[in-house]
């Protein structure tokens, strides 16, 4: 039992040392970049009434939400999700306003799920929530957000996949497709599985442009070029057409911005989820085979609410992005330099100046008491465990740099 009590459960992870030191300054450094763009910060609470997380305003299956009871009885939620939370908190005291809201967040969402191989179940998200404003315009600040965040971060290769939901919705609509054809239709084209969406095809009655179309959704994926051919196939279908229509404005706005080199379109990216309505958009680099950052309009969400409202957002995982920068060996070039004073007994004083100095000069400094050089040597290998940049030796002879 002793031993048990050493170690997390599944999912979870202690983070200490240069890790957390790493995984603190890009938290600060992002949430100095969101702030400089107007957003403020909002902390909602970490569980909700489950109502909050159902499956027709959150993203998460409700297997895979953390539940448990309160002394009245009430079903209760640790947050899976930010983004219901947010939209809750912003309906009850901002949403009456006549501007747009502009919210960020920042901590930790938990997934309970056994299906995670090997992935945390508790996470560190940065997120953005941009409500009131159903324009273009909002759409393209998002998303230049997004790209600056990963810039900020010191990532530079990376690709941001912008698609719209609505595409292929109005094809649905069109072709008057049953909700189980749909549903079908979605999962393949989101796995971009060619022969399942022919499969789901094969029996139903369509005209051969929709059907063609339909099936051409793998076509639909690279440069702007794409969205002309995509607005070629759906010239009578008015649903479709304004969608494209939409992007090619997104696209105007977003090199205005000057980030169109990190861009590509996809009318394939949809979602299993209702969440999103219109504008969807997911961030790829190397080093990991999931989207780092994941957003989208979500323009029926804050119905739920009582507030008839438009929405757009994002969210990053920190932790992911931080094994992202990890293993494309990007380090920190502003991280706050870690030094240590190590002191004789009759030296507090010098050490104490000593100390203020190197703090003054931008290194966070400890200090600690030795009673002599020769007990250094025990002290070695803790000394390098602990990521100090310099190690100072103060004594009654003199001041040394202590090499590690």
Do not use: W
Not at 39 to 68: A, H, M, Q, W
Not at 157 to 177: M, T, V
Not at 184 to 203: H, M, P, S, V
């Amino acid at each position: 039992m002793t031993n048990r009590l050493l170690h997390t459960p599944e999912g979870v992870r202690d983070i200490y040392g240069e890790e957390l030191k790493r995984k603190n300054a890009l938290k600060e450094k992002l949430k100095a970049l969101v702030s400089s763009y107007g957003y403020s910060e909002i902390e909602t609470p970490t569980f909700e009434y489950f109502d909050v997380f159902l499956n027709d305003i959150g993203t998460t299956p409700s297997r895979e939400i953390y539940k448990f009871f309160d002394s009245e009885n009430n079903t209760l939620a640790l947050r899976p999700d930010f983004t219901p939370g947010a939209a809750r908190a912003a309906a009850k005291y901002f949403l009456d306003e006549k501007l747009p809201v502009r919210l960020s967040y920042l901590g930790q969402t938990f997934t309970n799920s056994s299906e995670l191989q090997g992935k945390l179940k508790e996470v560190t998200e940065l997120g953005l929530e941009y409500m009131g404003d159903p324009t273009v315009d909002a759409d393209a600040e998002i998303i230049n957000l997004a790209v600056q965040v990963l810039l900020s971060s010191g990532l530079s290769d990376f690709q941001l996949c912008i698609g719209n939901a609505e595409y292929f919705k109005g094809l649905c609509e069109y072709a008057s497709l049953d909700s189980e054809t749909i549903k079908e239709l979605t999962e393949n084209i989101r796995n971009k599985n060619y022969f399942g969406t022919l499969d789901a095809l094969n029996d139903v009655e369509i005209s051969r442009e929709i059907r063609e179309t339909l099936q051409s959704f793998p076509d639909f994926f690279g440069g702007a070029e794409v969205l002309s051919e995509a607005e070629e196939k759906v010239k009578d279908i008015p649903r479709s057409l304004e969608a494209v229509k939409r992007l090619k404005e997104l696209y105007k706005r977003l090199q205005v911005y000057g980030v169109e080199k990190y861009l590509t379109f996809d009318l394939g990216m949809l979602s299993k989820h209702d969440y999103y309505t219109g504008i969807v958009f997911r961030a790829y680099t190397f080093g990991t085979g999931e989207a780092v950052i994941r957003g989208g309009r979500y323009d029926n969400l804050l119905k739920a609410f009582g507030k008839d409202k438009a929405a757009i957002g994002f969210t990053v995982v920190i932790d992911q992005l931080l094994l992202i920068l990890n293993r494309q060996h990007i380090e920190d070039r502003e991280s706050r330099k870690r030094s240590l004073v190590l002191y004789t007994p009759g030296c507090f004083e010098k050490a104490l100046i000593k100390a203020g100095s190197l703090r003054e000069g931008g290194s966070d400094t400890a200090m600690t008491p030795v009673p002599n050089k020769n007990e250094i040597h025990a002290l070695r290998d803790g000394l390098s465990r602990m990521d100090y940049d310099a190690v100072y030796f103060l004594s009654e002879s003199g001041e040394e740099v202590l090499s590690l």
